[in-house]
Every structure is written in structure tokens, then in C-alpha cells.
């Protein structure tokens, strides 16, 4: 079947700039979880997402970061007036339970 | 709170022979392990994890964990490996919660490189 799937795979923008990031996870899967995959920091959890209930929000770095997950389906993940420090792969995975299934990741480059 | 290490951050390896990637974690509680490989450009792809049962589990590709409780280790091992095998390999642990938050907390990667 169909996995998680993300867009764009690639986005280049300037400092300052807001962008959007996409994440469709896998159909029937309750949980939905946001990663940023950096060079410094390695892999590190950013929010976390069950069904309809508030989502965890305690991995996300600064309040320029937000997420929604709108029908318990799809989420968006915005970074608002991006810094350079911002660039990174942000990487969405979803989960039934006990075991996440990751996309392919959004490159974000900030100039 | 968790942690987990990978001592090795790069590991070269002849093909055809064996190779063991180490880590080592961390918690107060009961967990849930896990290793994913990652091809360049791409994401995480799931080899194995151990959730309970045996401690010896098997995975895609030909690669095995054995769950160490008390060397809270999950050492990832291939009998021979191949070119294709050549990726950074992530090691990972969460702590159950029925219906909670199990995020995942990796260690820095092992990039494998087969020598031809």
C-alpha cells in the first residue's frame, strides 16, 4: 500500500520567509509525529499527534514552529520567519502503534 | 529520560564479511527498540525492532538484533554483506504508552561503507 508521503521534497527559501510543510501519513494510521534530521542535532522529535486529541508540542525549538493535523489526517508543519539555523530535513512519520513509519522528508534550505 | 549511543560513527567493512553495528541505550523503564537504515537522499526505513518475546529478532535484508537487557544493548549483525548494504544505520528506543506519545529517540548513526 501507499506510505507516508511528504512535499515538497525540496524547498529553498530566504530568512525570514514563512514556509509549509506537508505530511500525508498512511491511511488508518492514528499517531503522526514530526522529526528534524540536522547535522548538529541529529535526529530529534518535534511534535506528536493522536487522532483528535491536543498534541504534544514539547520538541518543537521556538514558538516560530506551529503544526496541525486537520481531520485526523493530514498535517502541516510552519515554520515561521525561517532562520538559517532552520535548515534541515524535516522528516514525518505515522504509526498505528509501537512502530513509525517515515516519509522521505522535506529538504529545507534557508538562504 | 532515554538516550542512546552508537560508539561508531563510521564502519568499513569488506564485502562478503560479517558486521556488527553496536548501540547501547539508556531508560528507567520498559522499551521498545529499534533500528532503521537510511539511504542517501532518502528517510528512515524500518530493519527490525523488538517490541517483547524473543530477544533475538530478525529483520529485512538479512540483518538481526539481540536484545540485551542487562547490557541495555541492541547490537545489529549481518553474516555477509553486500555493496547495497552501504547507508547510515540509526539506532532507536521509545517507552510504551497505549496510545501516548512513544517518540522516538535515535542515536547519532553508523555510516557502513562496503569495500568492494
Known amino acids: 500500500g501507499a506510505g507516508v508521503s511528504q512535499s515538497p521534497s525540496n524547498k529553498v527559501t530566504e530568512k525570514g520567509k514563512d514556509v509549509e510543510l506537508r505530511c500525508d501519513p498512511i491511511?488508518?494510521?492514528?499517531?503522526l509525529y514530526w522529526y528534524r534530521q540536522s547535522l548538529g542535532q541529529g535526529l530529534e522529535f518535534l511534535i506528536y499527534f493522536q487522532g483528535n486529541s491536543a498534541p504534544d508540542k514539547s520538541g518543537l525549538p521556538s514558538d516560530r514552529f506551529s503544526a496541525e493535523r486537520t481531520g485526523g489526517s493530514v498535517s502541516t508543519l510552519t515554520i515561521q520567519r525561517t532562520q538559517q539555523e532552520d535548515s534541515a530535513v524535516y522528516l514525518c512519520?505515522?504509526?498505528?502503534?509501537?512502530?513509525?513509519?517515515f516519509g522521505p522528508g522535506t529538504r529545507l534550505l534557508v538562504l | 529520560a532515554q538516550s542512546v549511543t552508537q560508539l561508531d560513527s563510521q564502519v568499513p567493512v569488506f564485502e562478503e564479511a560479517p558486521v556488527e553495528l553496536r548501540c547501547n541505550y539508556s531508560s528507567s523503564v520498559s522499551v521498545y527498540l529499534f533500528w532503521y537504515v537510511q539511504y542517501p537522499n532518502q528517510g528512515l526505513q524500518l530493519l527490525l525492532k523488538y517490541l517483547s518475546g524473543s530477544t533475538l529478532v530478525k529483520g529485512i535484508n538479512g540483518f538481526e538484533a539481540e536484545f540485551n537487557k542487562s547490557q541495555t544493548s541492541f547490537h545489529l549483525r549481518k553474516p555477509s554483506v553486500h555493496i547495497s548494504d552501504t547507508a547510515e544505520y540509526f539506532c532507536?528506543?521509545?517507552?510504551?504508552?497505549?496510545?501516548?506519545?512513544?517518540?522516538?529517540?535515535f542515536g547519532t548513526g553508523t555510516r557502513l561503507t562496503i569495500i568492494p
Open positions: 512519520a505515522s504509526s498505528p502503534r509501537e512502530t513509525q513509519y
Open positions: 532507536a528506543v521509545s517507552e510504551p504508552a497505549y496510545f501516548g506519545n512513544e517518540k522516538l529517540t
Open positions: 491511511s488508518g494510521h492514528t499517531a
